[in-house]
């Protein structure tokens, strides 16, 4: 159904870009009962309290005007725009922006991108003087709305972002229609996302080669380029922090679409952390190549997978929260450099403290990776302190290719699955693949009885002996438990956070089919 979908949408595309990988809650109870106790002597009773009148959250109101930025090309006053939350001014960012500027938080202002808006000039695969430089500095609060399908960020090779958000006051990026009011739960792939174009290392290259050591690729679908790749594995392409990403991946062709983030050959210099994908129409994440890393992600509602990876990827995550919507999504994890077994950097994903929650089957994954995660491949896996929740589904598929298929190292890692569990194909069979995961060693379960309330751990969860992630290196920070969430007590994930039925992050979110107002 999805492919009949992109291709029915495709005839509106005025553009083509893509995402695509290669080939092939609620809040925890009292957990007990609530004892009264009568008093033994009569009380006088007191003199009842008029109610408090719910207090009406106040209509927000447009700003004056736009503020002044540094560049020559300023910014646009496009009027205003009204939904649910009130009444916004518009202001319009430049379709390239040429100089270092800062979106300043003003109540009642909105940043809206018309089509695709570039973050400098791109600079080419080796850093040089004649690099652009530019930073795009975002101040929390901020809320930045693609104005139409098309519409997506591109922080060329050589540019910085700086959008810094903080627990209450995340900065959003998101669609027209939620700041019309108009989306539901399923509503997805109404703009197009956030890529960040780095200097470091990738495979399957567009111009150049691996061995010669000037790989490059091409963000496939761009109508006009968008260059990554180069051999700066420190590269640094700014930082993201607090970030909300919400309803990307509009789909401008059959299988070409954007994630709502998409790090491209981005390098160890660049820091990701406390990111939120929602209702992405394809990945909630997916990295081609470089080497990354990320600390506190949740992906909700992604119509793909939650988290993919490929094109000789290197990278470390902690601390992941992967739910999906029932019945949509394929899946949680697909690991993969599928096709380039002999190209280097050999793809290696390390992740620790994940939870990843698939409760339902839904169509796309029973007609795509089958299986919660797919590793294939040229590629190289460490799951650790990590819980799987997907009953109804196979947990773990590995596709081997080559002279060195993938492979798959696992410590205190639990799944909950369907009957069959494993999947093999090309190299490997189903047996081979459980062998690899080693139930019964290392603190391996595959036949676990999860207790998580939502997605926060359980009795049993906190059962789980934990392994010493921080041998897998300085990245890691040591840990007590396995899953992202230790207990009701541990909270990293809420207000920066935005709910809806597949997630509940508390009251001190807001929902995702409205603005923040603060």
């Known amino acids: 159904m999805k492919l009949y979908r992109n291709l029915i949408l495709m005839s509106c595309a005025a553009m083509a870009l893509a995402g695509c990988g290669s080939d092939d ?21 007191t003199t009842p309290t008029t109610p408090t009148t719910p207090t009406t959250p106040t209509a927000v109101t447009p700003a004056s005007g736009c503020p002044t930025i540094a560049d020559p090309q300023g910014l646009k006053d496009d009027g205003t725009i009204t939904g649910p939350t009130g009444t916004w001014r518009v202001c319009t960012l430049p379709s390239r922006i040429n100089r270092s500027i800062t979106l300043p938080k003003i109540s009642g202002l909105l940043y809206q991108m018309a089509g695709r808006v570039d973050v400098g000039t791109d600079g080419g695969f080796t850093r040089t003087a004649a690099d652009s430089n530019v930073t795009l500095t975002i101040e929390p609060g901020v809320i930045v709305y693609g104005g139409t399908g098309v519409s997506w960020m591109a922080v060329n090779r050589g540019n910085k972002i700086n959008a810094v958000g903080t627990a209450t006051r995340p900065i959003v990026f998101t669609s027209r229609d ?10 997805q792939g109404q703009w197009g996302g956030i890529v960040l174009l780095g200097r470091a290392r990738v495979t399957d290259c567009s111009t150049g080669s691996t061995a010669a050591g000037t790989c490059e690729r091409q963000t496939e ?3 006009d380029p968008a260059l990554f790749g180069g051999a700066d594995d420190a590269d640094n392409s700014g930082t993201m922090r607090y970030v909300q990403i919400r309803y990307s991946g509009y789909v401008l062709g059959a299988n070409v679409e954007l994630q709502s983030l998409t790090p491209s050959g981005v390098g160890s210099g660049t820091v990701l952390s406390h990111i939120q994908s929602y ?31 490929d094109v000789g990827m290197t990278g470390d995550f902690q601390y992941g929260l992967l739910i999906q919507r029932d019945g949509a999504g394929d899946a949680l994890l697909e690991i993969d450099s599928n096709g380039r077994e002999t190209e280097t950097p050999r793809q290696t994903l390390r992740i620790s403290n994940f939870t990843m929650i698939q409760r339902q089957v839904s169509s796309n994954n029973e007609a795509n990776d089958l299986a919660s995660i797919l590793l294939r491949g040229n590629s190289d896996t460490t799951i650790a302190n990590s819980v799987i929740l ?11 290719s080559g002279a060195a298929p993938a492979t798959l190292i ?3 890692f639990v799944m909950t699955c369907n009957a069959t569990k494993y999947l093999g194909s090309g190299s490997y ?7 690899l995961f080693g139930p019964g060693g290392n603190n391996n379960i595959d036949a676990f009885t999860s207790t998580l309330s939502g997605f926060i751990n359980g009795a049993n969860e906190l059962q789980v002996a934990v392994f010493n992630v921080t041998g897998l290196g300085a990245f890691f920070s040591p840990t007590t438990y396995i899953g992202a969430v230790r207990d009701s007590n541990d909270t990293w994930w809420a207000g920066w956070t935005c709910n809806s039925a597949a997630a509940n992050f508390g009251s001190t979110s807001t929902a995702c089919t409205s603005l923040p107002t603060n």
Request: negative net charge.
């Open 25 to 45: 809650i609620a809040s925890p109870g009292t957990g007990g009962n609530v004892t009264i106790n009568n008093p033994t002597t009569p009380t006088t009773p």
């Open 178 to 187: 939620n700041v019309l009011g108009l989306n539901t739960e399923t509503s």
């Open 221 to 223: 679908g761009a109508a």
């Open 279 to 309: 209702n992405s129409s394809d990945d909630g994440v997916e990295f081609f190549g470089g080497k990354p890393s990320m600390k506190y992600y949740v992906s909700v509602g992604a119509d793909d997978d939650s988290f993919d990876s």
């Open 390 to 400: 997907s009953p109804n589904n196979e947990c773990l598929r590995m596709n081997g």
């Open 410 to 412: 696992a410590r205190s």
């Open 429 to 435: 069979n189903a047996t081979t693949v459980q062998s």
